[in-house]
């Protein structure tokens, strides 16, 4: 269920390049609404708001976020279908659902049909869960552009959220392809982080955002970067290297030296909160040690990751 503070990961391709992630956080939660702020690697940062009418029983999806959509969009879903079109689908194996594709939002006609329900892993903070999906085929057309592919829904009419889409759009050579790689919970980390540091010696955050390809950090990592400098605050004693991972795609000596300087800079923005330069050490590495498989978007996410460990006796 929506809530404050949650934060739903997403990687993503499209004809813009692979494995860009997005960020979805919830804020202002009520019974009626729900804002989304969203921001991806690639700079996009936009605002939404999510109507519980809407997700109750709108026919329409709007596909991505972009900072020139209105931030109330009536009568359709973000992020995922309604509590009436998954109930549709599950019951008679076909339903109406309407796709607004990009910021024109001209809206293409469409309907899903049943293939299977199953069950997809998802990481749910450290926690790799297997949650019930619903997979269906779908098919949208306006004139003479056509999408058509495959989608995902959490099995789950209190929250259908869209698990993971892959669309072949007329005149687009490339599918657009969305998978949810990480749900992180609104309640703080800090707790989390200190008890696993405290006795595995070792922690592996997935929050800390980096633009794509690059090193600098996005205001979206702050909360995170503040809960460790408050944790390095509360054991002064402590000492911890911090290690930058990446996925496989690409020169291998690239991603080490990219993995370093992003290892580089989130020890800079500790330091910044007020913590010695000298209890931090920093290293880069690279594509070594995944911890998911590389061949896949959600195993690709999970290895861009960046490891704190103790380093003090």
Same mark, same amino acid.
């Given at each position: 269920?929506?809530?404050?503070?949650?934060? *739903?990961?997403? %990687?993503?391709?499209?004809?813009? @390049?692979?494995?860009?992630?997005?960020?979805?956080?919830?804020?202002?939660?009520? =019974?009626?609404?729900?804002? *989304?702020?969203?921001?991806?690697?690639?700079?996009?940062?936009?605002?939404?708001?999510?109507? +519980?009418? $809407?997700?109750?029983?709108?026919?329409?999806?709007?596909?991505?976020?972009?900072?020139?959509?209105?931030?109330?969009?009536?009568?359709?879903?973000?992020?995922?279908?309604?509590?009436?079109?998954?109930?549709?689908?599950?019951?008679?194996?076909?339903?109406?659902?309407?796709?607004?594709?990009?910021? =024109?939002?001209?809206?293409?006609?469409?309907?899903?049909?049943?293939?299977?329900?199953?069950?997809?892993?998802?990481?749910?903070?450290? $926690?790799?869960?297997?949650?019930?999906?619903?997979? %269906?085929?779908?098919?949208?057309? +306006?004139?003479?552009?056509?999408?058509?592919?495959?989608?995902?829904?959490?099995?789950?009419?209190?929250?259908?959220?869209?698990?993971?889409?892959?669309?072949?759009?007329?005149?687009?050579?490339?599918?657009?392809?969305?998978?949810?790689?990480?749900?992180?919970?609104?309640?703080?980390?800090? @707790?989390?982080?200190?008890? +696993?540091?405290?006795?595995?010696?070792?922690?592996?955050?997935?929050?800390?955002?980096?633009?794509?390809?690059?090193?600098? *950090?996005? =205001?979206?990592?702050?909360?995170?970067?503040?809960?460790? %400098?408050?944790?390095?605050?509360?054991?002064?004693?402590?000492?911890?290297?911090?290690?930058?991972?990446?996925?496989?795609?690409?020169?291998?000596?690239?991603?080490?030296?990219?993995?370093?300087?992003?290892?580089? =800079?989130?020890?800079? +923005?500790?330091?910044?909160?007020?913590?010695?330069?000298?209890?931090?050490?920093?290293? @880069? @590495?690279?594509?070594?040690?995944?911890?998911?498989?590389?061949?896949?978007?959600?195993?690709?996410?999970?290895?861009?990751?960046?490891?704190?460990?103790?380093? $003090?006796?």
């Amino acid at each position: 269920m929506a809530h404050d503070g949650l934060v *739903i990961q997403t %990687a993503w391709g499209n004809a813009y @390049g692979p494995d860009a992630e997005s960020w979805l956080k919830f804020n202002n939660v009520t =019974s009626d609404t729900a804002e *989304i702020d969203y921001s991806s690697s690639r700079g996009m940062k936009a605002v939404r708001v999510m109507r +519980a009418a $809407d997700r109750a029983s709108g026919r329409t999806l709007v596909l991505g976020f972009n900072s020139a959509m209105p931030k109330v969009i009536p009568n359709t879903t973000t992020f995922g279908v309604s509590t009436a079109v998954l109930n549709e689908l599950r019951d008679t194996g076909k339903t109406q659902l309407d796709l607004i594709p990009d910021t =024109s939002l001209q809206k293409m006609q469409g309907e899903l049909t049943l293939v299977e329900k199953n069950k997809m892993t998802v990481a749910i903070g450290n $926690d790799q869960v297997p949650v019930p999906a619903v997979h %269906a085929t779908a098919k949208f057309q +306006a004139g003479s552009r056509v999408a058509q592919g495959d989608i995902w829904v959490l099995d789950n009419q209190n929250n259908p959220m869209l698990l993971e889409y892959s669309l072949n759009f007329t005149n687009e050579k490339v599918p657009r392809h969305e998978r949810v790689t990480l749900v992180t919970p609104g309640a703080a980390m800090q @707790g989390e982080m200190q008890q +696993a540091l405290s006795t595995m010696r070792e922690y592996t955050t997935r929050g800390i955002h980096f633009d794509f390809d690059k090193a600098s *950090i996005q =205001s979206s990592s702050d909360g995170l970067l503040d809960e460790i %400098a408050k944790t390095l605050q509360n054991n002064p004693l402590w000492t911890l290297s911090v290690t930058g991972y990446t996925d496989s795609i690409g020169d291998p000596a690239y991603n080490q030296k990219l993995s370093q300087k992003r290892a580089d =800079s989130v020890k800079a +923005a500790i330091v910044k909160r007020g913590i010695a330069p000298e209890r931090l050490t920093t290293a @880069g @590495g690279g594509a070594s040690n995944p911890v998911a498989s590389n061949k896949t978007l959600q195993g690709r996410a999970l290895n861009r990751r960046v490891v704190l460990k103790r380093t $003090d006796r």
